[in-house]
Structures are given as C-alpha cells and as structure tokens.
C-alpha cells in the first residue's frame, strides 16, 4: 500500500507548479498575549494500518496540549493533500518519500510509526523540544 500512496504522490509532481510556495507553512504561531502554538501535520492514508494505529494517540496528544494544532491531512481521496504532502516534504528535505504515515513539524519530518510508547512519545517530546528551544530547530516564534 506503501507503494500505491507513493506512485500517486510521485504522479502528482507536475501539479506542483500550481501549489503554494515553499515558504509559506507556517510552523508556528503567537497569539495576542505571545502564547506560542505549533503546527502538526500529519499526512496518513485510510488503507495504512500504522495510520490508524498512530491516528487515536496524536488526535489524545494534540486534545490534551492545546498549543499542539493538529493538521490531520487524509492522501487517499484528496489530490490537494498529496500536493502538501509533497511541497513541505521538499522544505523539510525530501526525506518522507511519500510513506505514511508522515509527520512534519518545526522545518522537520517523520515516518512511521510503532507505538504510543516509543513513536507516540518521541513526537510529543519533539514538540515540546521545539516550543521550548525554537532556535534548535532553525525556526523563530
């Protein structure tokens, strides 16, 4: 399945020209009183077991931490979301090759995921890295 979502996001490549310009996710956010948010995509497919497996604990971690906004972003039946899925790849690098489930936050990219205890965990700590020390992951608030 791995595959299929990767021929569909490689096909999707001349479509770029049309998308947004690289520069423009925003990673994070300040509201009036300089509380700061950050941004979490998560791209994943319906067919992708370790999407579904990962999808309950993220949804928990991003209600639990409200300065966690939580992006959810489905691949399968939105073609607009293969096209995010391949612009913020390429600022992050290019590493997530279209493999899901795939996690982009702070200028950085993940994929996979085993489970809460070890995956889960690690992405919440990654988070609370980069709200905490911004300059470590090369972005400002």
């Not at 520069?23 to 999407?51: E, M, R």
């Not at 899925?85 to 690098?93: H, K, P």
């Not at 090759?97 to 809460?116: E, L």
Request: positive net charge.
């Amino acid at each position: 399945m791995k595959k299929l979502i990767a021929a569909a996001i490689i096909s999707s490549l001349p479509l770029i020209a049309t998308a947004k310009p690289a520069n423009d996710i925003a990673w994070s956010q300040k509201d009036a009183n300089g509380n700061v948010s950050l941004n979490f995509y998560v791209y994943w497919s319906k067919t992708c077991p370790h999407c579904h497996k990962a999808l309950p604990y993220i949804k928990r971690m991003a209600r639990q931490h409200p300065w966690i906004k939580l992006h959810l972003k489905e691949v399968t039946a939105d073609r607009g979301n293969i096209q995010d899925y391949i612009r913020i790849d390429r600022v992050t690098g290019g590493m997530a090759r279209g493999a899901v489930p795939a996690f982009f936050y702070c200028g950085q990219a993940y994929t996979g995921y085993d489970n809460d205890n070890t995956t889960g965990r690690w992405l919440y700590e990654e988070l609370k890295a980069c709200k905490a020390n911004p300059a470590d992951f090369d972005i400002s608030f």
